[in-house]
């Protein structure tokens, strides 16, 4: 099977796709875990998802949520079957790489106060430095009360950054290998160059910041042991290229599955089979922490709401169906040597189905089934979405991993899909408007179908 450009068999997908990605765009702006739940809570409770209730049987229809310490959420809608004849589960990750304050973040060198960041996921550190940087996350306080920052991004925001060398002197910097250009202890971002007017006190441009933070938040330094902090690039999404075919932004994975697994998760009325979308933290750091897929969150959640019907978790997840939802890497000609072009995937064919991911022969993967491919290729067939299939690179390039092997572990039936991405965990990853708009119409019509699983 050889998938095409989307545009030579549709001329009017991305008009299709247009409105639709304006809306994504939007999201976009979410840019950790906190604010993509954040965002969920208040259009969930709109259209009329209640908070789960231990015991209750939900009747077909019903909408309920669950949020697990406002990092991960799980979104369900009970189908007309009965709960015991399975679920059809979609699965993405709310977290993106990025760098993290570390517990003692602030301190002075040469009149210049600096944040220290110990960076969260795979990334290439050289591409953070000379960027402008925006903060966000919370500041837990000792009298319970939990402060909120954001800023950057909006209008009249001052910016942040790690700052890099000139080439006029870079001569033995650019002579290091790529992971040593930047080292990890060089994400320093500087945060203020003037002092506090007191001739007196040693570390005075340190003392100025404290102060205007104090001043902005009520916080002491001692705050930040208490905080979770970061920084994102502060670049706004956007539009790419003279035809606005694609999206310019930092995130999308796996922003592109959370905000398409979402609106096919609102969309989903008096589905045949209960729905359930899961919202994952910590992805990019292997899924450990209680709010990652490793953790039991989503299990016991099931096992709760199975056990109203007098059923075992087990026995229903046995009959599921899971879509582990991430992006995969679109083959870039710049770079066309790492990819094998029989078996990888391409801007603007449609979402990305992967039977495997995994590296060096395999390892670390979910590798789906036959049947459950076939199963997934009848749903996306029969509602017409065109698709293609994908590895991520050559055999013995490299490799990479998804949730789907976490989620394989509960003896449930998956398979990877997302979109292609170029420039995957960059400050600024590009996708494809069609693509987009295909995958969000092939989750729902996998949260639609009535096609029974063998
Ligand atoms: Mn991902
Ligand atoms: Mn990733």
Known sequence: MKARNLGESDGSLLEQAMGFCEEYKKFLCNKTEREVVDYALPILKERGYKEFTLGKKYRPGEKIYMNNRDKALIMVTVGKRPVSDGLRIGVSHTDSPRLDFKPNPLFEDTDMAYFKTHYYGGIKKYQWAAIPLSLRGVISLKNGK???VKIGEDDGDPVFCVTDLL?????????KPA???IEGEQLNILVGCWPFGDDKVSGKVKLNIMNILFEKYGITEKDFLTAELCAVPAFKPADMGFDRSMIGSYGQDDSACVFTSFMAELESKDPEFTTVTVFA????TGSDGNTGMRSFFFRDFLEDFVSAYGLQVRHVLKKSMCLSCDVNAAIDPAFGDVFERNNCSFLNRGPVVSKYTGSRGKYSTNDASAETMCFLRDILDDAGIPWQVGELGKVDIGGGGTIASEISLHNLDTVDMGVPVLSMHSPFEVTSKTDVYL????ILAFYKSKLEKN
Do not use: W
């Open 146 to 148: 939990t402060v909120r």
């Open 167 to 175: 080439p006029h002197l870079a001569m033995n910097q650019m002579k």
């Open 179 to 181: 992971p040593d250009i």
């Open 281 to 284: 933290d910590k992805e990019e």
């Open 439 to 442: 995958l969000y119409k092939a």
